[in-house]
């Protein structure tokens, strides 16, 4: 079936109508060996991407919309592209059992307006969320990087382990989670697939046994402490997108090389604000971003013996790369 939308979904559509891609439909357009290289081009080639709107919409239940905006940046032609994510946050509905988020991707086309696609954001905000942090892995990560710690067993933790796959050797995975059963599912998901897994139940010992650490979690306090990180580690930090929340502790930026997917994470990530409030790290000692590293203007990895950290907080500017991805895999001749 490939990117195709499947045959029933297709069958139904008149050539011109707007295009609807489900969870499933989503997941199958956006392999990482797709996805990754999508990335790279387009954080090299850029796109205008305004800051998150937020909107209160209930100030007693926190409910907020989320609107995420980019579009291809030049001269305009058939094949570049509008986008925007629109994000509804309700954390009352876990009270009911119900996801407390709930996305959609709108993609138009940006030489004529027209709508061309709605696709499902949830799955294209995991999927682009790890890819992101497995491309800025192929430029900051030892080549000869083979075991991988994942910390966090949610929903985008699990897929870490796929993503890193794409560029790195990876042979080995160690999972731990604060919850042991929630370790042990992962690990046991990832040998279903074909892994070489196992629960890490000793977070330091696996965080000095590791070449790459990658972090998904919601966790407010370090999880990770720099003293335990072995020299030539790539540490990947994806959870903290608040200043109250954090995965790292200072001396991580201390010892670590210094990498963001977008400026915006020196405001918004505690792993980042934090450091800075206390001197840790000086903002002009951040290395780069990774449009920058992808565009070749700061250097990537420097030596074996290097630390690297890479911070993500997420960007329009994925979510486009990857929305377009979706669109052409599905309209290719």
């Not at 993503?163 to 929630?182: E, G, N, Q, W």
Request: net charge negative; proline share 6%.
């Amino acid at each position: 079936m490939g990117n195709k939308l499947s045959e029933s979904s297709a069958a139904s559509r008149p050539r011109d109508a707007m295009l609807h891609f489900t969870a499933e439909d989503t997941v199958r357009a956006l392999p990482f060996d797709a996805l990754v290289p999508a990335l790279r081009q387009g954080f090299a080639r850029g796109a205008h991407t305004p800051p998150r709107h937020h909107h209160t919409l209930d100030e007693r239940s926190d409910a907020t919309l989320l609107l995420m905006p980019s579009w291809t940046p030049g001269t305009w032609a058939e094949g570049d592209f509008v986008g925007v994510k629109l994000v509804n946050v309700f954390p009352r509905n876990a009270d009911q059992g119900r996801p407390a988020l709930s996305s959609a991707y709108l993609l138009a086309s940006a030489a004529t307006g027209e709508h061309l696609a709605l696709i499902d954001g949830n799955e294209l905000t995991r999927r682009r969320t790890v890819a992101t942090s497995a491309l800025a892995a192929s430029y900051l990560a030892r080549p000869d990087s083979a075991t991988l710690l994942v910390i966090g067993a949610g929903h985008i933790a699990r897929l870490a382990a796929a993503a890193y796959r794409s560029v790195l050797d990876i042979r080995t995975v160690l999972v731990h989670d604060r919850t042991p059963a929630h370790a042990e599912r992962l690990a046991g998901q990832l040998r279903a697939e074909g892994m070489d897994a196992r629960v890490a139940p000793d977070r330091a010992e696996a965080v000095a046994s590791a070449d790459v650490i990658s972090c998904a979690t919601l966790a407010t306090e370090p999880l990770v402490r720099g003293e335990w990180l072995r020299p030539g580690s790539h540490l990947d930090l994806i959870g903290s997108f608040r200043p109250t929340m954090r995965e790292a502790d200072d001396t991580c930026v201390r010892r670590g090389s210094v990498y963001v997917d977008t400026p915006v994470a020196l405001a918004e990530s505690g792993d980042l604000t934090q450091p800075i409030a206390s001197g840790a790290l000086d903002r002009d000692g951040v290395v780069g971003t990774l449009p920058q590293l992808c565009r070749e203007e700061v250097p990537g990895r420097r030596g074996d013996e290097e630390i690297t950290v890479f911070k993500t907080v997420g960007s329009g500017l994925a979510d486009l790369a990857a929305a377009a991805l979706v669109y052409r895999g599905a309209t290719a001749d």
